[in-house]
């Protein structure tokens, strides 16, 4: 069984800091997308950020020039680093893999657990 296990979440100020990792885990073979999505009470989870296995990278249109995902293939870990962040990146946010390949079963999509990020003075 695949997992993902997010860590990193908290309380920050405005124009802060914070750094979500997500490890994945369960005899993985292959991992084509990894990223990062949040959600906020009565709102539809949206995209915050992800990357494809080649490299490339997708954000969503709010943290566009403050958020920047990164990822390790060989540790099938992806993180995201979130700059000037404002009252409004409050949130749950959730790690996410797409066309997860294991040992025995190829997974369409997985989810993390959620973490929560808070930005408040």
């Known amino acids: 069984q695949v997992q993902l296990v997010e860590s990193g979440g908290g309380l920050v100020q405005p124009g802060g800091s914070l750094r979500l990792s997500c490890a994945a885990s369960?005899?993985?073979?292959?991992?084509?997308?990894m990223g990062w999505y949040r959600q906020v009470p009565g709102k539809e989870r949206e995209l915050v950020a992800a990357t494809a296995s080649g490299g490339s990278t997708n954000y969503g249109d709010s943290v566009k020039g403050r958020f920047i995902i990164s990822r390790d293939n060989a540790k099938n870990t992806v993180d995201l680093q979130m700059n000037s962040l404002k009252p409004e990146d409050t949130a749950v946010y959730y790690c996410n893999a797409k066309g997860v390949i294991t040992t025995r079963f190829v997974y369409r999509e997985v989810w993390g657990q959620g973490a929560l990020v808070t930005v408040s003075s």
């Open positions: 369960g005899s993985i073979l292959r991992l084509n997308n």
